[in-house]
C-alpha cells in the first residue's frame, strides 16, 4: 500500500512539474494573427524566387559598387565585430552543454606539525574530487536550450549586419553618383548662367534689356555657384561615409558610375506575402530572443525546485581518521546531497517575475519586428512605384522646359513684344530644378529597390 502511495504521489509531482512548463520547449506563439500567419510561413521552405534570396552579386552588377561590396563584408568593422558575438555564443554554448558532465579536480595537500620538540609528522592527500549534478528539474536542460537560442540569435544578427551593411554601401554609393551627376549639371548650368549674364549685358547695350536684368541674371549665377559649394561638401561626405563602410582612411576619392544598375527581378505591383517576410534575420532574431526569454523564465520557476548533487572523492593518503600511517593507503568517499531552497529572502519570486515581464517584453518586439518588417517592405514598394511615375513626369517636364529656355532667349534676342528677361531667367531657372529633381528621383528609385531587398533580408 506505502509502495502505491509512493507511486501515486511521485506522478502528481512529475505530472505538477510538466504543468510548469519546466521540461516544455519553446513554440512559436500563435496567439495573434500575425503571429499565427508567421508560425505558419515557417513551416514552409524558403520561398527561392523571392527577391530577397537572390545573391547580392545578381541584383547589384555595376562592377565598382560590386568591388566596394566585397570590400565592406571583408572588412567592415561592424560586422567583423557581429561574427565575433557568434563566436562568443558558440563557446558559451558549447560550456552549456558541457555542463551535464561531472566536474573533475585533483587538489593535492600536505601538511606538518611538531608537538613539545618532537619530530615533524607530516601528512598528505592525493585526492580526485568528483561532483555531477544530476538535472532533475531541468536546470540544465533549460541552461542549454537558453544558450542555444543565443547563439541562433548571434546568427541571426551577424546575417542581418551582412544585409545592412551590403545596403549602406549601395545606398551610399548611388548617392555619391547621384550628388555627382547634379554636381556636373550644376557646374554646365553655371557656364550657360556666366553666358546669359553676357548675354544680358550685350541687351542692355542696345535697350533690349535694363540694369535691372543684368543684375539679377548675375545673382542667379552667383546662386549656382553657392549651389556647386554645397554640392562638393556632400561629395566628400559621402566619399567619407563609403571609406568608413570599407574600414580604410577617410579622405579618398570612390569612382562611381553614372547609371544607377540594378536587376530589380520583382513585379513592383505584387505584395509581400508573410512568407517572404518569415526569414528576414532580425525577425529570426526577434522570434530567438524570445525564446531566451522564455527559457529564462523556466529557469527561474526551476530555480524553487531542489537540486540533487551527487560527489565522490579518492585517493592516496596517510591520514586515516585520527591516526597518521606511514606509508598510506588508498581511501574513497561516496555521498550525495539533495538542497531544497526554503527561504532565500524573496529572491528566487523577484527572479521569476523579472523573467515574466522580460518575456512579455520580448513577445511585443517580436511582434513589432513582424509589423515593422511589413512597413518597410510597403514604404519600398510604394516609394519604387511612386519614383518611377514622377520620373516619367520630370523627363516629360524637362524637355518642355528645355524648349521654352530656348524660346524665351530667341523672343528676348529679337525683341519681340510681351518678352522680357524675367521669362528667360525663370525658364532656365525651372529647367536646371527639374533637371536636379530627376536626378533625385532616379537615386530614390534605386534605393527604394535597395531598401526593399534589405527588407527581405537579402544579401543574408
Known amino acids: 500500500m506505502n ?15 510538466s504543468g510548469c512548463g519546466i521540461y516544455k520547449k ?40 560590386a568591388d566596394y561590396i566585397n570590400r565592406a563584408l571583408t572588412a567592415n568593422s561592424s560586422l567583423r565585430n557581429a561574427m565575433l558575438n557568434v563566436d562568443i555564443a558558440r563557446a558559451q554554448l558549447k560550456g552549456a552543454r558541457l555542463s551535464y558532465l561531472p566536474s573533475v579536480a585533483l587538489a593535492p595537500n600536505g601538511a606538518g606539525a611538531s608537538y613539545a620538540g618532537s619530530d615533524i609528522n607530516w601528512t598528505y592527500q592525493l585526492p580526485v574530487q568528483v561532483s555531477w549534478e544530476i538535472d532533475v528539474f531541468g536546470k540544465l536542460l533549460n541552461s542549454k536550450r537558453g544558450a542555444k537560442e543565443s547563439f541562433y540569435l548571434s546568427e541571426a544578427y551577424a546575417r542581418a549586419a551582412r544585409s545592412q551593411i551590403i545596403a549602406a554601401v549601395a545606398n551610399t554609393y548611388y548617392g555619391l553618383s547621384a550628388t555627382r551627376a547634379q554636381l556636373e549639371l550644376s557646374r554646365r548650368t553655371a557656364e550657360v548662367w556666366k553666358q546669359t549674364v553676357s548675354t544680358m549685358e550685350d541687351f542692355k547695350l542696345v535697350g533690349n534689356v535694363t540694369e535691372a536684368a543684368v543684375v539679377q541674371s548675375r545673382a542667379q549665377y552667383y546662386g549656382i555657384l553657392a549651389t556647386i559649394t554645397d554640392l562638393e561638401q556632400a561629395v566628400d561626405n559621402l566619399n567619407n561615409t563609403l571609406a568608413l563602410l570599407v574600414n580604410e582612411m577617410p579622405g579618398a576619392e570612390y569612382a562611381t558610375t553614372p547609371e544607377m544598375a540594378i536587376n530589380i527581378g ?27 526569454a ?12 531542489p537540486g540533487l548533487t551527487i560527489t565522490a572523492a579518492g585517493g592516496f593518503t596517510n591520514l586515516l581518521g585520527s591516526f597518521v600511517q606511514n606509508p598510506g593507503d588508498w581511501f574513497y568517499q561516496l555521498a550525495g546531497s539533495l538542497v531544497a531552497p526554503l527561504f532565500s529572502r524573496g529572491q528566487n519570486i523577484a ?16 511582434e513589432y519586428s513582424l509589423m515593422n518588417a511589413a512597413a518597410e517592405v510597403s514604404d ?19 524637355d518642355n522646359l528645355a524648349k521654352a529656355a530656348e524660346y524665351s532667349m530667341d523672343l528676348l534676342r529679337y525683341n519681340q513684344p510681351g518678352t522680357t528677361y524675367l521669362d528667360v531667367l525663370t525658364a532656365q531657372s525651372n529647367l536646371l530644378q527639374a533637371e536636379m529633381n530627376g536626378i533625385s528621383s532616379r537615386l530614390a528609385q534605386a534605393q527604394a529597390v535597395v531598401n526593399l531587398y534589405q527588407a527581405l533580408g537579402g544579401g543574408r
Open 351 to 366: 527572479r521569476l517575475e523579472a523573467a515574466k515581464a522580460q518575456q512579455k517584453q520580448a513577445m511585443n518586439d517580436f
Open 380 to 398: 519600398a514598394l510604394v516609394v519604387y512605384a511612386k519614383s518611377t511615375e514622377k520620373e516619367n513626369y520630370l523627363r516629360e517636364q524637362v
Open 26 to 65: 519553446y513554440e512559436t506563439p500563435q496567439d495573434t494573427p500575425i503571429t499565427r500567419a508567421y508560425a505558419e510561413a515557417r513551416e514552409l521552405t524558403p520561398d527561392s524566387t523571392s527577391f530577397g534570396n537572390y545573391i547580392w552579386e545578381d541584383v547589384f552588377t555595376d562592377p565598382l559598387l
Open 3 to 17: 509502495k502505491i502511495k509512493t507511486l501515486i504521489a511521485a506522478a502528481l509531482a512529475v505530472s505538477a512539474l
Open 266 to 292: 520583382f513585379n513592383p505591383t505584387e505584395g509581400i506575402p508573410m512568407r517572404q517576410l518569415a526569414w528576414r534575420p532580425d525577425v529570426e532574431a526577434a522570434e530567438h530572443k524570445l525564446a531566451v
Open 294 to 305: 522564455y527559457y529564462a523564465t523556466s529557469s527561474a520557476r526551476a530555480a524553487f525546485y
